[in-house]
């Protein structure tokens, strides 16, 4: 057994906002193991949110390069301070590693950093990453990048490169209609955080994986567990239809629309019946790392319907 610290408590109820003694329960019960703990509590519905994804441990920006309109690369650079990452330095050389990224045939950060430096074919990227930790006087790391092409690719920034988004498309050109149109999407992305771009994209183990939870959280409830198992049914696979809704972007409601309704898809249909998105990227400073709790969709969210 695992001995369960005060500081493994702290961490479990700051990620989650359960309860302390919930907390040393879960961590007791899965032998310390601190995302086993995170599913217990989600399953006894002890955790009030998971906001694991929204606390930053790791500071930085996302910056984006586009090659004419048809691919694009994003790439997030870590620092250790804000105070670094607000830094022109820093931006310019991030900026440099985007374009780095956008001309790489890299397949992962490790082979980009064994790459000569664009700007400097005297240097591989990592040694000028060194360079700039020694001149910045702080750890940076490269910490991830991915591309995206098709017919139109447009990319949206958020909070000085707090979140970069990208979004690729095919069918209808990339005239200025289009773009708008990619950019407004670029928007509800980076505010709504979808995870799937269409119903048929959702694999069946994230479906699984959900029902499950969403059944032991009415087996947890006295109220609820009481149900008939039809019942029960029914009302789990409304409510999987319901996140559904929210983590597939074609059937999200479109943040800007006036009557509060009309979905992305409907969106997108207004512009050209022949526009379809292929791929959307999308970067958080810290995503998937313990992190400050900043509510940046949010903050997108209200930008865009001001």
Known sequence: MADITAAMVKELR????????????????????????????????????????SR????????????????AAVVEVNSETDFVAKNEVFQTFV??????????GASD????????????????????????????GEKLSIRRFEKASGDCVVSYLHGGGRIGVVVAADGAGADASVKEALTNVAMQIAAMSPRFIADSDVDQAYVDHE??????????????????????????KGRVNKLLKEVVLLDQAYVRAEDG????????A???????????????????????????????AAQMNA
Do not use: H
């Open 109 to 136: 950060v490790d082979a980009l950093l064994e790459e000569k430096w664009n700007e400097d074919v005297s240097k591989t990227v990592k040694e000028v990453l060194v360079d700039k930790t020694a001149t910045i």
């Open 56 to 71: 930053i441990a790791a500071e930085g920006i996302c910056r984006v390069a586009i090659d004419g309109d048809k691919t």
């Open 261 to 268: 309704k009309q979905t992305v898809a409907q969106y997108l």
């Open 270 to 300: 207004t512009v050209s019946k022949d526009l379809k998105l292929t791929k959307f990227i999308r970067y958080e400073v810290g995503e998937g790392m313990e992190k400050k709790n900043e509510d940046f969709a949010a903050e997108v």
């Open 14 to 53: 700051e990620s989650t906002g359960a309860g302390m003694m919930d907390c040393k329960k879960a961590l007791a019960e899965t032998n310390g193991n601190m995302e086993e703990a995170v599913e217990v509590l989600r399953k006894s519905g002890a955790a009030k949110a998971e906001k694991k994804a």
């Open 211 to 236: 029902t499950e939870i969403l059944k032991a959280q009415m087996d947890a409830d006295p109220k609820e567990a009481a149900k008939p198992d039809n019942v029960k049914q029914g009302i789990i």
């Open 95 to 104: 900026e440099g590693v985007a374009r780095q990224a956008l001309a790489s």
